[in-house]
C-alpha cells in the first residue's frame, strides 16, 4: 500500500448538537472502540464554554477514563478561546487544538461571539499557548467553501486569509464546508491553487454533505491534492450554530469504501465495525 490518507473520526461533532446528555461512561466506551480503530486523530471533546455546548462539558473526565495505552491514534479538543486552550494544555495527552476560524463575520459571532479581527488575537495566543505545552493548532477555516450569510467571499479571499493564517504559523489548515455548501468545482479549485502554494501547510478537508453528495465531494478533494479528511460515523453531526438545519458530516463508512477502493487507508475493518455498532447504539438511545 501506498503512503495513507489521514483519516480524522469526530465524535465530538457527532455528539454536541444532541440535546439529552449522554453519560460520561458511554462516551468513553464510545471513543475506546473509536481508538481500537486506527484514525489518524480523534477530534473527542471541546473545552468551551458549558452554556455554549452542555454536551462537552465531562471532557476532562472523559479523557481521564480513556486507555491510551494501545492506540496510535492522537487526541484532538476543540478550544474557543485562550482559557479554553490553556485547559486543554493541562492534559498532556491531548495532541491538538481545534480553532474554529472563519472567513464570514456574520458566522464568527454566532459561533464565537468575537469578531473576525479579535479571532485573530485569540488564535494568536491559541497558537503561543500551543507552542509551549508541545501542541499543535488545527485551525478550521469555516465557510471556506462558500458563504450563505451576504459576505464576501470568493477564491482570493480563502487564499488571503489561508497566507495570513500561514505567517502567523498556522501549520493545519482545513477547510470546512459548514453549511455543506460546496461543490465539486469549487473544492477541487481551491486545493487545487492552495495546496501548491502553500507547501508548508497541512490541508483538511471538513466536509458537510447530504447523503447523495458524499462521493463526489471526496472525490474532488482526493484528486485535487487534499490528504488529510474528517468524518463522523453514519455521517451524524453537523454545526449547531448555522443557521439552516444541520446537513451532516462526512459519512466516515463511506470515506473507508472509497479509500478502500484506492488502497489508501490501513484501518482495522473489524474494529470500525464495533466502533460503528457503538455509534449506532448512542444516537439510537439519545437522539
Given amino acids: 500500500m501506498t503512503k495513507p490518507v489521514k483519516i480524522i473520526e469526530c465524535p465530538r461533532d457527532a455528539m454536541q448538537g444532541i440535546k439529552q446528555f449522554i453519560p460520561t461512561d458511554k462516551k468513553v466506551q464510545f471513543i475506546q472502540s473509536l481508538l481500537r480503530v486506527g484514525f489518524n486523530t480523534i477530534d473527542f471533546g471541546s473545552f468551551v464554554s458549558p452554556k455554549a ?55 464568527q459571532m454566532r459561533n464565537t461571539h468575537k469578531t473576525i479581527s479579535q479571532s485573530v488575537l485569540i488564535l494568536n495566543d491559541i497558537l503561543n499557548a500551543a507552542d509551549k505545552n508541545n501542541k499543535e493548532v488545527v485551525a478550521y477555516l469555516s465557510m471556506g467553501f462558500g458563504n450563505p450569510y451576504g459576505d464576501p467571499w470568493n477564491v482570493d479571499i480563502v487564499g488571503a486569509w489561508t497566507e495570513r493564517l500561514n505567517k502567523m504559523g498556522v501549520k493545519i489548515l482545513s477547510l470546512s464546508d459548514t453549511i455543506g455548501s460546496s461543490d465539486p468545482e469549487t473544492i477541487d479549485y481551491l486545493f487545487s491553487s492552495l495546496i501548491p502554494k502553500f ?7 471538513h466536509l458537510h454533505t447530504t447523503p447523495s453528495a458524499w462521493f463526489e465531494k471526496i472525490d474532488a478533494a482526493y484528486r485535487s491534492g487534499c490528504r488529510r ?22 459519512p466516515t463508512e463511506k470515506m473507508l469504501s472509497y ?29
Avoid at 472523559?62 to 494544555?89: E, F
Avoid at 507547501?199 to 478537508?205: D, H, L
Fill in 259 to 287: 479509500f478502500t477502493a484506492k488502497k489508501k487507508h490501513n484501518l482495522n475493518s473489524l474494529s470500525f465495525e464495533s466502533a460503528y455498532n457503538e455509534a449506532t447504539k448512542i444516537l439510537t438511545k439519545y437522539f
Fill in 229 to 250: 479528511f474528517d468524518g463522523a460515523i453514519q455521517g451524524f453531526g453537523g454545526c449547531p450554530m448555522a443557521k439552516d438545519e444541520l446537513i451532516g458530516n462526512m
Fill in 53 to 107: 455546548i452542555p454536551q462537552m462539558v465531562d471532557t476532562a473526565e472523559v479523557l481521564s477514563k480513556l486507555d491510551l495505552s494501545k492506540t496510535t491514534s492522537k487526541l484532538l479538543v476543540i478550544v474557543a478561546n485562550l482559557r479554553g486552550a490553556q485547559d486543554a494544555c493541562k492534559h498532556p495527552e491531548i495532541d491538538y487544538l481545534g480553532y474554529p476560524f472563519s472567513i464570514s463575520e456574520n458566522f
Fill in 199 to 205: 507547501p508548508n501547510i497541512e490541508f483538511g478537508a
